[in-house]
């Protein structure tokens, strides 16, 4: 057998460690010894993600184009498309996919209340109580008697015809 292992050189086994390296295999070889591989392996995993994303839109930049061609000859501004729709024609199904669903204009709109920032003063009149100012001007009973405290002292009964209540 040792007569045939010499005479023919290609049936020869080498081990792992004799057959020649890889460009490949010899370079991470080396960036290991560098203690470089953890960074290494980052660098490459985010420049994989970036030219993945590149493509993703590279090959999607495809599908999102405008199909419309102009023809030879034909101006820029001819190229744009107008909006000569009769009133009558109604709107074919792709002419709304296009443009998208389009709100309709509200001729009456309702404004909600909003809460006042001045001051409104009050002249009392008789038979006038602290509940029905305060529902008059929606306020609650103690904002009456608060800020009137130097008028009212926090009693309801004080209330007399004639009084000016902030």
Partial sequence: MDNDI??????ENKSPSERPQ????????LIYQLGLGESTLRVATNVFLL??????IFLMRGF???TATKEEGEDVAEAQPTLTAELNEA????????RGISRM??????IPSRPR???TNYTVQEGDTV??????????????????YNILLDDPHRLKAGQELS
Avoid: C
Avoid at 22 to 29: H, I, N
Avoid at 51 to 56: D, F, M, R, T
């Fill in 64 to 66: 999102y184009t405008d």
């Fill in 91 to 98: 709107p074919s199904p792709l002419d709304t996919a296009i």
């Fill in 22 to 29: 890889s460009f490949l295999s010899r370079g991470m070889e």
């Fill in 6 to 11: 010499k005479n023919n050189p290609k049936k």
């Fill in 51 to 56: 030219l993945a994303v590149i493509g993703v």
């Fill in 117 to 119: 920032l001045d001051i």
């Fill in 131 to 148: 509940f029905g100012i305060s529902e008059q001007f929606g306020l609650r009973p103690q904002t009456i008697l608060w800020s009137n």
């Fill in 105 to 110: 204009a509200m001729m009456h709109t309702t």
